[in-house]
């Protein structure tokens, strides 16, 4: 079974960096777009950043210049690299991919979810 599992959360001061982690695993063919999305209290899911297979990227305008989405293909693994954090980051970061698994048709999976608090 395909599974998305993030890691890297925490609590950081304004100003401060964290990098987030979301490793695929499980029997997967391939994987298409991977994409981080973030849901603060009381907001909607918002897309913060996406890379395309080739490594292509794009960034909500709110975290360009800040924010880096990267990927190891080899390791089925998308991270976001996220400096001078400020309090309007805080939320839960979400890892989400198109995945096509061993003998089987591509879908969205989504990871669990990781905490991102930035508060002095």
């Known amino acids: 079974q395909v599974q998305l599992v993030e890691s890297g959360g925490g609590l950081v001061q304004p100003g401060g960096s964290l990098r987030l982690s979301c490793a695929a695993s499980?029997?997967?063919?391939?994987?298409?777009?991977m994409r981080w999305y973030r849901q603060a209290p009381g907001k909607q899911r918002e897309l913060v950043a996406d890379?395309?297979?080739?490594?292509?990227?794009n960034y909500a305008d709110s975290v360009k210049g800040r924010f880096t989405i990267s990927r190891d293909n080899d390791k089925n693994t998308v991270y976001l690299q996220m400096n001078n954090l400020k309090p309007e980051d805080t939320a839960v970061y979400y890892c989400?991919?198109?995945?096509?698994?061993?003998?089987?048709?591509?879908?969205?999976?989504w990871g669990q979810g990781t905490q991102v608090t930035v508060s002095s």
């Open positions: 890379i395309t297979s080739g490594g292509s990227t």
């Open positions: 989400n991919a198109g995945i096509r698994p061993s003998g089987g048709w591509t879908s969205d999976y």
């Open positions: 499980g029997r997967i063919f391939s994987i298409n777009d």
